[in-house]
């Protein structure tokens, strides 16, 4: 008798879960909770419904999403195939049509035989299980993911600061060192953990001056969560007086710039995102800007004014797991290798990001109910650098992340110029899936497309 395992969401994660496994075999149980219940972001019951853009970005190889589309193609995306043939011309980027696509996934799904699509509310967790239901988990499966992983697991709010790469910062600018000297870390920079930026009275009033007058985002009222303290917007806290954020994020006390032998009137600091030193976290500059003023008001700040930005700030509601300290290596309980995670939830953004741990959940549970150990793409690849930052990333900090070449391991060679770099990069995360997926004996269920 063939074993039936249950998907639970009905989004891009869970269908391409559903999917992967149900080609390797499985009967598949895909829960989805829409229309029996509604959330304040969809408007349909089709699967795979994309509610925010229709833009899956870069086809790209010189940009991480495209390189992450690639490494998918490789692996035999449904979600890919789908969105292929509901492109709309968009340039370079994958942008479809939302109804056709949402459509093309709901009949892939019903047409396979091996798929039950079942319309209810999932109250609990039985392995084996991918669980997948993205930002707006319903909240008795919350309750019960918290009773499982622990209260803390999961959060219901992101406030992210933007991250930008190491190698964009200018370092005549910024200098190295923490708080009166203070590093509890082994192994830390002996000149101390951040990166500074320090800002005269006139260049903080100018930033400050720009900060408050910029353009806010401001998203569906499902996106308007409230602000709490700790997770006030930077454009929030300016607004209460101009000394405030140099009373708070920017406070330059215990920060004297060797180069002067004095503290600056105020200090923009810069945390360390991931092990290798490649992408640096504005500290306390979680925000709700537009993109292009985050752009145009973080560029004032001393060092930043060629900054390349890897991700941007935001703050909106975003149920999500603190994977780094509840889950296994590929996304599972640490009870139980069955029970697994995919997709926003897990601490991935994006339409692509979701999609693909989605595939490689039910490439990981298939393996794992075959007697086989679960596998991780290596950190060279996109989707194996995801997997590395959702399990090294300090706990005590976790926020979600999308694709990047910030989180690949370096190239052996140091190569200057930028675009060269990333052709390199992808040809190596290429070559290696490439070798990963014969080495594994993972065969894409479609077939792959350059």
Request: net charge negative.
């Amino acid at each position: 008798m063939t074993q039936r395992v249950t998907v639970v969401g009905g989004g891009l994660a869970g269908s391409e879960a559903a999917w992967q496994l149900a080609a390797r075999g499985f009967d598949v149980s895909l829960h989805e909770m829409r229309p029996v219940v509604t959330t304040p972001a969809h408007k349909t019951d089709r699967l795979a419904e994309l509610v925010c853009s229709n833009t899956f970005k870069s086809t790209e190889l010189t940009n991480a999403h495209g390189l992450l589309k690639a490494e998918m193609r490789l692996l035999g995306s449904m979600v890919l195939e789908a969105a292929d043939g509901s492109r709309v011309a968009a340039g370079s980027a994958l942008a479809v049509d939302r109804d056709a696509f949402s459509a093309a996934v709901t009949g892939r799904i019903a047409s396979e035989p091996r798929i039950e699509v079942v319309r209810d509310e999932v109250s609990s967790i039985a392995s084996p299980c991918v669980i997948a239901t993205g930002p707006l988990t319903s909240d008795k499966l919350a309750t019960a993911i918290r009773a499982r992983l622990g209260v803390g697991a999961l959060a219901f709010y992101d406030a992210i600061a933007p991250i930008v790469a190491r190698d964009s910062i200018d370092d005549s600018l910024v200098f190295r060192g923490s708080r009166y000297g203070k590093e509890t870390m082994d192994g830390a920079d002996a000149d101390g953990a951040y990166l500074n930026c320090p800002l005269s009275r006139e260049q903080y009033d100018e930033f400050l001056d720009a900060l408050v007058s910029a353009d806010q985002y401001h998203g569906h009222e499902f996106d308007e969560v409230p602000y709490f303290e700790g997770c006030m917007p930077v454009e929030v806290m300016a607004k209460r007086g101009r000394d405030t954020l140099r009373f708070g994020p920017l406070k330059p006390v215990g920060l004297r710039d060797p180069r002067t032998g004095r503290e600056a009137y105020a200090v923009v600091q810069l945390r360390q995102e991931d092990r290798g030193g490649r992408m640096w976290n504005l500290v306390g500059f979680q925000t709700r800007l537009r993109i292009p003023e985050q752009q145009r008001v973080l560029r004032m700040i001393p060092g930043l004014a060629d900054a390349e930005f890897l991700r941007y700030g935001s703050i909106h509601r975003n149920s999500y797991l603190n994977s780094p300290a509840a889950l296994t290596t590929h996304l599972s309980t640490r009870d139980d290798p069955a029970i697994l995670f995919a997709g926003q939830i897990t601490g991935v953004e994006g339409y692509t990001e979701s999609s693909a741990t989605g595939l490689l959940a039910g490439i990981n549970l298939s393996r794992v109910l075959t007697g086989e150990s679960p596998v991780i793409p290596p950190p060279t690849t996109m989707l194996g650098a995801l997997y590395r930052y959702m399990r090294e990333a300090d706990p005590a900090h976790f926020q979600p992340m999308n694709a990047n070449f910030g989180l690949l391991d370096d190239l052996p060679e140091r190569v200057r110029d930028k675009k060269r770099k990333r052709e390199l990069f992808a040809e190596r995360a290429l070559r290696d899936l490439q070798l990963w997926v014969e080495a594994h004996s993972i065969h894409g269920t479609l077939t792959a497309q350059a």
